[in-house]
């Protein structure tokens, strides 16, 4: 019953709000947040129709069709399988009343309209999206260089002369799983699915 009336109660319209910290439990996007996961809410923007919800692990969005409906439309994007970019922020004129800031999630291109007056934050959800977008870029381009390392190691293996004293399957087998175990701890490290750090070095509301 209270989230119903969140909007009269944080003051909001059509142009969106930073929704502050403390007001967390009367928006949407909270009951869909994974708290359960150890996932936590780092920014929240917030206007008649919408909600944008950017957790250390995803954006949640709540999509809107009128201030008047309660449909509402939900999308969880994680930061890990939807990369971030072309992240820009337009700041406002002398008679404007909204500031912008558009970024693209996977084939997902967002535009969002907030008050002018939240200028500072939104700076810092800037910094916070950018900062992420190159981690993930760099990650994606080092595990390029992993996965060509470990071809080229194991075409290399395979062209070699395999001792006669050596049985075939106990060697593939071993290379196998040294290849595999190899994989894996590359993509542990290359795939990061936790930003928290991120949002905690660059958000200061």
């Given at each position: 019953?209270?989230?119903?009336?969140?909007?009269?109660?944080?003051?909001?319209?059509d142009?969106?709000?930073?929704?502050?910290?403390?007001?967390?439990?009367?928006?949407?996007?909270?009951?869909?947040?994974?708290?359960?996961?150890?996932?936590?809410?780092?920014?929240?923007?917030?206007?008649?129709?919408?909600?944008?919800?950017?957790?250390?692990?995803?954006?949640?969005?709540?999509?809107?069709?009128?201030?008047?409906?309660?449909?509402?439309?939900?999308?969880?994007?994680?930061?890990?399988?939807?990369?971030?970019?072309?992240?820009?922020?337009?700041?406002?004129?002398?008679?404007?009343?909204?500031?912008?800031?558009?970024?693209?999630?996977?084939?997902?291109?967002?535009?969002?309209?907030?008050?002018k007056?939240h200028?500072?934050?939104?700076?810092?959800?800037?910094?916070?999206?950018?900062?992420?977008?190159e981690?993930?870029?760099?990650?994606?381009?080092?595990?390029?260089?992993?996965?060509?390392?470990?071809?080229?190691?194991?075409?290399?293996?395979?062209?070699?002369?395999?001792p006669?004293?050596h049985?075939?399957?106990?060697?593939?087998?071993?290379?196998?799983e040294?290849?595999?175990?190899?994989?894996?701890?590359?993509?542990?490290?290359?795939?990061?699915?936790?930003?928290?750090?991120?949002?905690?070095?660059?958000?200061?509301?």
């Amino acid at each position: 019953m209270f989230k119903r009336v969140a909007a009269d109660v944080l003051g909001l319209s059509d142009i969106g709000s930073v929704i502050n910290p403390s007001d967390y439990d009367k928006v949407d996007a909270d009951d869909y947040v994974l708290h359960e996961d150890n996932e936590k809410i780092y920014f929240l923007i917030k206007s008649k129709t919408d909600e944008y919800c950017f957790t250390n692990k995803a954006l949640i969005h709540l999509d809107g069709t009128s201030a008047i409906s309660k449909k509402r439309t939900l999308k969880r994007l994680s930061y890990k399988e939807h990369s971030i970019s072309n992240v820009t922020l337009e700041t406002a004129g002398t008679v404007d009343l909204d500031v912008e800031i558009k970024f693209v999630m996977g084939s997902e291109h967002y535009s969002i309209d907030v008050h002018k007056k939240h200028i500072e934050e939104l700076k810092d959800l800037y910094k916070a999206l950018i900062r992420i977008s190159e981690i993930c870029h760099e990650n994606e381009v080092s595990m390029g260089y992993a996965e060509k390392s470990l071809n080229l190691t194991s075409n290399t293996f395979s062209r070699s002369a395999i001792p006669q004293d050596h049985n075939l399957v106990d060697n593939f087998r071993i290379i196998n799983e040294t290849a595999f175990n190899w994989l894996m701890n590359s993509r542990k490290k290359y795939c990061v699915k936790d930003f928290g750090f991120v949002f905690e070095k660059y958000i200061n509301n």
